[in-house]
């Protein structure tokens, strides 16, 4: 497996995720097209193409680089 190297530095680079520490039960997931609420506030999320997401970091400088997986469903 080819290691990915820091696009700021050149070191290397180790898979992650990002989580929301008020919502530690879910990883991140990237949604196609431009946010839109429900007049309740909930964002409009159904029909959307989703993407499950993971981060990089480089392990000298903290670069983190994100980048999509799937599509899910
Ligand atoms: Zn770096």
Redesign the pocket.
Same mark, same amino acid.
């Given at each position: 497996m080819k290691t990915e190297r %820091?696009p700021? %530095?050149?070191?290397e680079m180790v898979d992650g995720f990002l989580i929301d520490r008020d919502k530690a039960d879910r990883v991140q997931t990237w949604f196609e097209g431009e946010p839109s609420k429900y007049w309740f506030g909930m964002l409009r999320l159904r029909g959307r193409a989703r993407f499950g997401v993971v981060t990089r970091r %480089?392990r000298? %400088?903290?670069?983190l680089e994100s980048f999509a997986t799937g599509p899910e469903r």
């Open positions: %820091c700021k %530095c050149n070191s %480089c000298r %400088c903290g670069f």
